[in-house]
């Protein structure tokens, strides 16, 4: 996933953490990893992940300090006798991804919602704080 970089401060950094860390994720298991989207707006950041088929209550979204990780597993075994043959499946759907946000985000106003295969996690951000630089006109 290419990645637009921005002279955002604070921004910057996280997309640069993005790039060295192979896009922002780290994988627990290579297998089917979801594409993600990221998005960044004035006022949130919105990281979008394609994960059709799966039921919602099957995610676990987990925030540790500056860490986000979405992750997911599901172990279903599938077993067939006939007269001559026994056939066994193994599914496995197991995918994490973590992700370090930059300090500007309201990490107690995280959101998510999941509809129609797309997980998105909204990520507000913090007002800027006021600026205590001014000059000051001598009487």
């Known amino acids: ?11 910057t950094s996280f997309f640069d953490h993005l790039e060295r860390n192979h896009s922002g994720f780290h994988n627990h298991n290579r297998g089917n990893v979801p594409s993600v989207n990221i998005i ?17 209550d099957e ?3 987990n925030l540790d300090n500056q860490t986000l990780t979405v992750s997911r597993e ?3 075994e599938k077993e067939e006798k006939k007269d001559n043959y026994t056939r066994k499946e193994f599914v496995y759907g197991n995918f994490s991804r973590s992700f370090t946000l930059p ?5 107690e106003k995280i959101g998510a919602e999941y509809n129609e295969g797309i997980l998105e996690l909204l990520l507000p951000k913090k007002e800027e704080e006021a600026k205590l630089t ?5 009487s």
């Open 74 to 76: 599901v172990k279903e």
């Open 134 to 138: 001014r000059d000051i006109k001598i």
């Open 103 to 107: 300090k500007n985000i309201e990490f």
């Open 40 to 56: 960044e707006n004035d006022n949130n950041f919105v990281i979008e992940f394609a994960v059709p088929g799966v039921k919602k």
């Open 1 to 11: 996933m290419n990645l637009v970089k921005f002279n955002h401060p604070g921004f």
């Open 59 to 61: 995610f676990n979204i």
